[in-house]
């Protein structure tokens, strides 16, 4: 059976106000596993002004697997604060700020909520930027869209990724080198009732011959009214809009 959770939104927008987190855990099962790290950068105006950052004592051993993967081992813990007090500590910091994070949708908010619920019996609800969707569609020319691979491609180091204060830091640059490709690529998103064809057709069309106006038409994209420009691709040549990658439309040659 499914786990439900009141989480807060998944947002899809650019901001210059905002606190990036990240966890490291014991494993990848909310509710099995535990958290052994939590970290966050608050950002003001794009540019880090404060940082949150502590290891947590858990009630399990820390398999080597994971200790492979982040560094973290149970000697480091041992004297850790527990969970209640690393997320009282947390809870603080973030207030009701946006919180900003890569893949956190489907792991760090999930493992931060249930942990929420069960020593407070109450959730975290702040509304949330997953970076891992925003590189989906920001990026599609990536094979891959770990933060790693973002970070490099930005010529971002990755020196002390998967410890979570390093990991915030990176993906804060991230996030500011994505969010202007975000920007631009909502605005070329134009509502098709304000396709620039409809325009053409009521203002100009008095003053283009029949075959100009044809010639318009037939080379304009459908879904946002951008013009139609020929490439080639695997299977042969096709028509892609101009405005890709905000618009995707494609129709064979």
């Given at each position: 059976?499914?786990?439900?959770?009141?989480?807060?939104?998944?947002?899809?927008?650019?901001i210059?106000?905002y606190?990036?987190?990240?966890?490291?855990?014991?494993?990848?099962?909310?509710?099995?596993?535990?958290?052994?790290?939590?970290?966050?950068?608050?950002?003001?105006?794009?540019?880090i002004?404060?940082?949150?950052?502590?290891?947590?004592?858990?009630?399990?051993?820390?398999?080597?697997?994971?200790?492979?993967?982040?560094?973290?081992?149970?000697?480091?813990?041992?004297?850790?604060?527990?969970?209640?007090?690393?997320?009282?500590?947390?809870?603080?910091?973030?207030?009701?700020?946006?919180?900003?994070?890569?893949?956190?949708?489907?792991?760090?908010?999930?493992?931060?909520?249930?942990?929420?619920?069960?020593?407070?019996?109450?959730?975290?609800?702040?509304?949330?930027?997953?970076?891992?969707?925003?590189?989906?569609?920001?990026?599609?020319?990536?094979k891959?869209?770990?933060?790693?691979?973002?970070?490099?491609?930005?010529?971002?180091?990755?020196?002390?990724?998967?410890?979570?204060?390093?990991?915030?830091?990176?993906?804060?640059?991230?996030y500011?080198?994505?969010?202007?490709?975000?920007?631009?690529?909502?605005?070329?998103?134009?509502?098709?009732?304000?396709?620039?064809?409809?325009?053409?057709?009521?203002?100009?069309?008095?003053?283009?011959?029949?075959?100009?106006?044809?010639?318009v038409?037939?080379?304009?994209?459908?879904?946002?009214?951008?013009?139609?420009?020929?490439?080639?691709?695997?299977?042969?040549?096709?028509?892609?809009?101009q405005?890709?990658?905000?618009?995707r439309?494609?129709?064979?040659?």
């Amino acid at each position: 059976m499914a786990v439900v959770r009141n989480k807060g939104r998944r947002l899809n927008e650019y901001i210059k106000d905002y606190i990036v987190f990240d966890i490291e855990t014991t494993g990848f099962r909310p509710g099995l596993d535990e958290i052994i790290e939590i970290s966050a950068v608050k950002v003001e105006n794009s540019e880090i002004i404060d940082t949150y950052s502590t290891l947590v004592r858990p009630s399990i051993r820390i398999p080597a697997s994971a200790t492979r993967v982040n560094g973290i081992t149970n000697d480091m813990v041992s004297d850790a604060p527990e969970i209640r007090e690393a997320l009282e500590g947390f809870i603080d910091f973030v207030e009701t700020g946006i919180l900003v994070g890569h893949n956190i949708h489907s792991f760090d908010t999930n493992f931060i909520y249930d942990a929420a619920m069960e020593v407070f019996g109450e959730g975290i609800y702040n509304d949330y930027i997953d970076t891992l969707y925003m590189a989906k569609s920001c990026l599609p020319q990536l094979k891959h869209h770990k933060l790693g691979d973002i970070s490099e491609y930005f010529g971002i180091s990755t020196e002390g990724a998967h410890r979570a204060l390093n990991d915030c830091v990176m993906n804060q640059k991230c996030y500011e080198k994505m969010g202007p490709l975000l920007e631009v690529q909502m605005q070329q998103a134009v509502p098709k009732k304000k396709k620039p064809v409809q325009k053409i057709e009521k203002e100009q069309a008095g003053e283009m011959s029949a075959e100009q106006l044809w010639a318009v038409l037939e080379n304009s994209c459908p879904e946002c009214g951008g013009m139609l420009k020929k490439r080639k691709g695997r299977y042969g040549e096709f028509w892609g809009c101009q405005n890709y990658p905000g618009c995707r439309y494609t129709r064979k040659g």
